[in-house]
């Protein structure tokens, strides 16, 4: 991963060692964060929330807007991604990004729900369109390849990170998003699956068009789309979005 250690303005890179997880970096590279940082990464809490009592209706409808059909995650499905067909135009915009969306087989999500949930997540006017981006989807050829996998196969994709599986993060495989944290979402965000996927959503692709992370401004403030959310919230609130 090399978009953390890119200046706020740089366009994306497709390579480099430095390889980022729910927040965290490890590798050589400008900007890389330290052993410490790694060390969390690696060894932290799950953190992932369990649906309150009473909650069910809401989490079902939750599930099928980002194409969970199942809440079970298999530690492995069949070991590949595959492409999600379709294809669409990107709203108006400066920079141009097309994005080629994969989910891995045998995981229990509908591909094209996912797709179409990435999709509005990224070209919403609070996410990084408020700063010129703009997201077409292809089936083809791909400036960023967003790809949902399992826990196995999230972390053979996120190497040499150790993710145990249960940390999403940017690579020079594309976005690698857990189906872990696809389903169980981060404790902080409690009920709040949805926001908690478009926060993870727009958190990777942020590291993949050159944005690197930041810390909680103050207590009671949105947490930035940048802050390491996955791993801990406090003292911000949470908050999905660039541009709340």
């Known amino acids: 991963m090399s978009g953390c250690g890119s200046s706020p303005g740089a366009a994306p890179s497709t390579g480099g060692a430095a390889r980022t997880a729910a927040g965290q970096v490890v590798g050589g590279g400008s900007g890389a964060s330290g052993p410490d940082e790694g060390a969390a990464a690696e060894g932290g809490p799950d953190g992932a929330a369990e649906p309150s009592p009473g909650a069910g209706d809401t989490v079902r409808a939750q599930d099928a807007l980002a194409g969970v059909l199942e809440r079970t995650v298999p530690a492995s499905g069949s070991g590949r991604t595959e492409v999600v067909p379709g294809a669409e135009s990107a709203p108006r915009g400066d920079r141009l990004q097309r994005v080629r969306v994969e989910v891995e087989g045998g995981i229990g999500v509908d591909g094209h729900a996912f797709a179409a949930m990435v999709m509005t997540t990224l070209n919403d006017p609070r996410s990084w369109s408020s700063e010129g981006w703009t997201f077409a989807r292809t089936d083809g050829d791909a400036d960023l390849v967003v790809r949902l996998a399992s826990p196995d196969l999230s972390e053979r994709l996120c190497r040499p990170l150790r993710t145990r ?40 692709v942020g590291h993949a068009l050159g944005r690197s992370h930041t810390g909680c401004p103050e207590a009671g403030a949105p947490a930035p789309v940048m802050q390491q959310q996955t791993i801990d919230v406090d003292p911000c609130v949470p908050n999905p979005w660039v541009e709340p």
């Open 165 to 204: 599986g249960t940390l999403s993060c940017r690579s020079s495989e594309g976005v690698i998003l857990t189906h872990h944290r696809w389903v169980k979402g981060q404790e902080d965000y409690g009920d709040d699956l949805t926001g908690y996927r478009q926060y993870v959503v727009n958190h990777e």
